[in-house]
């Protein structure tokens, strides 16, 4: 039987993935169109009957991501009318399995929860745990920072990561009837899904919520100020043609969004070297502490972290990039100076080249980038709260693509598939090439290590070494690969020298 299921709101009717039970669809909270956009999430209505949960429900409204463009694949219908959530679940029982909430990345553009790259059917039941995705706002939509305008709105620039909380908070009240454990929940996410989970392990309303959390290619410094907050509202009014006085805020809600999304694309284009102009916000409401401040005073103490990154996670963005890609030596060290700090190129390029010899020049501005934008954040980030929480653990994905002719490496989003166990899920080869019975094997090994996180906090299994917690001292990294193996601060030489640049180069 697929349900009916009974929820806070209401019977709900699922359908079949295999042999699991999949429920899509899921409102978690009210339309927020009308009056309630850029408002916080507000309880949706409950229903009478059944409600069927057999499809998906339509996405964010969202410019095309750069992975849609890689792979030739475009985001499926769009709506503001988005806030669901779906469910895999291998039992409608009472078995009380381990919950995990998988929260999707696109740079807080782009994205959604029915991916098929984030199927949970193999988590459900090969892992025995219970699967929820979610959609959530994106862009000026879940990110914009109008309290200035309006103080019903003090928590506008992250109406996106409230959208999260609500989701949670249903998870909370109704997971139980799907065979889940509201006591046991584990957060996972990658890219801006990881970044939005740094900040909601600062974020008071999220306390509770969750217990254990996965953070992939993302950390806990991506919140920005209400100053730079203000400025990105100011651009996008600016790209909408709208002055900022009175009324401004009703006049917004009127623009359809077609023109907020083409706005966006302005905006964006001012922010190429992040490429994120909307995160979540600093704002004294939502986010009272900087989130590394509140984890390294132990805020986060109680919940057991996972936390890591690709070895060459910016090639993804730099495949495309015609300067990047016509480096030398000589350039390479141009433009270290000129961007990272004057006299750092030739002893940045001599270290990185000591830790891998064959890497060209474009490839080592990539590395460099993908220490300094992704794993010195990580590094941080377990470094702060193994203070206080001895259940810490860290990884570095480095299986390399074969795609586009090897150029990619250990990209970034290249571990999600072997996370999920989805290498055969449609648009995966195109990123990760045929697949292997290595690969395969280490689809298993990432797969069951994350399960084994979600039951107990402790990612260790028998088909992989066996992984120490994080402690600053060693930093030990579980490496996975086809064959996976125990390092201690693996790359440190190289990124430790870079951190010594960064630190001497802060404005």
């Known amino acids: 039987m697929n349900g009916p299921v009974e929820t806070s709101l209401g019977l709900l009717q699922g359908g079949r993935s295999g042999e699991a039970h999949v429920f899509k669809g899921i409102p978690y909270a009210r339309a927020p169109i009308g009056r309630l956009r850029f408002a916080p999430p507000q309880p949706p209505s409950p229903w009478v009957g059944v409600r069927e949960a057999g ?28 806030l669901t959530l779906n469910i895999w679940t291998a039992g409608l029982d009472d078995a009380r399995r381990p919950v995990m909430v998988w929260i999707h990345g696109g740079s807080f553009l782009s ?35 109008l309290a200035p305008f309006d103080d019903e709105l003090a928590s506008s620039g992250n109406a996106g990561l409230l959208d999260q909380v609500a989701a949670l908070r249903w998870v909370r009240d109704n997971i139980a009837g799907f065979g889940g454990n509201p006591d046991n929940v584990t957060l996972f996410g990658e890219s801006a899904g ?73 905006v964006r284009a001012l922010h190429l070297q992040t490429g994120m102009p909307w995160r979540p916000v600093l704002d004294g409401s939502v986010i009272n502490h900087e989130p590394l401040d509140a984890i390294g005073r132990g805020d986060s103490a109680p919940v057991h972290l996972l936390v890591g990154t ?31 700090g004057n006299g750092s190129g030739a002893p940045l390029l001599d270290r990185y080249r000591a830790v891998r010899p064959q890497l060209s020049a474009p490839q080592v ?20 709260h193994a203070r206080h929480q001895n259940g810490s653990f860290g990884y570095l994905f480095t299986w390399a693509t074969p795609a586009f002719g090897g150029s990619l490496g250990a990209c970034h989003v290249l571990e999600v598939p072997f996370v999920f166990d989805n290498l055969h899920q449609p648009g995966v080869k195109g990123l990760c090439g045929p697949v292997t019975p290595a690969m395969q094997q280490l689809a298993a090994n990432l797969h069951a290590a994350w399960t ?37 601060d693996p790359g440190g030489d190289a990124r430790t020298l870079l951190a010594e640049v960064l630190a001497t180069n802060r404005p």
């Open 365 to 384: 501005w990539a590395a460099i980038e993908t220490d300094r934008i992704f794993r010195l954040p990580a590094i941080e980030l377990l470094d702060r």
């Open 310 to 340: 690709n070895l060459d996670e910016v090639r993804f963005f730099t495949l495309f990039d015609q300067q990047t890609n016509q480096l030398t030596d000589e350039t390479l060290i141009e433009r270290c100076d000129k961007r990272l």
């Open 194 to 266: 990881a970044m939005g989970i740094g900040a909601l392990l600062a974020c008071a309303p999220a306390q509770g919520l969750f217990h254990k959390a996965i953070l992939q290619s993302g950390a806990a410094d991506n919140v920005i100020d209400t100053d730079e907050a203000s400025r990105v509202t100011r651009q996008l009014l600016d790209a909408l043609g709208l002055d900022a006085g009175q009324g401004v805020v009703e006049r917004l809600r009127g623009v359809p969004c077609e023109a907020i999304l083409d706005a966006q694309a302005d």
């Open 55 to 82: 499809a998906f429900s339509a996405v964010s409204m969202q410019n095309t991501s750069s992975v849609d463009r890689m792979l030739g694949s475009r985001p499926p219908e769009m709506s503001e009318d988005c």
């Open 111 to 145: 994205g959604s929860g029915r991916a098929p790259w984030y199927d949970g059917s193999a988590f459900a039941l090969n892992g025995e745990v219970v699967v929820v995705t979610v959609n959530y706002r994106l862009g000026a939509l879940g990110f914009l920072h």
């Open 452 to 488: 084994a996180f979600a039951h107990s906090g402790d990612p260790n299994h028998p088909d992989i070494p066996t992984w120490s917690g994080w402690d600053q001292a060693g930093r030990t990294s579980m490496v996975f690969d086809e064959t996976c193996l125990l390092e201690c």
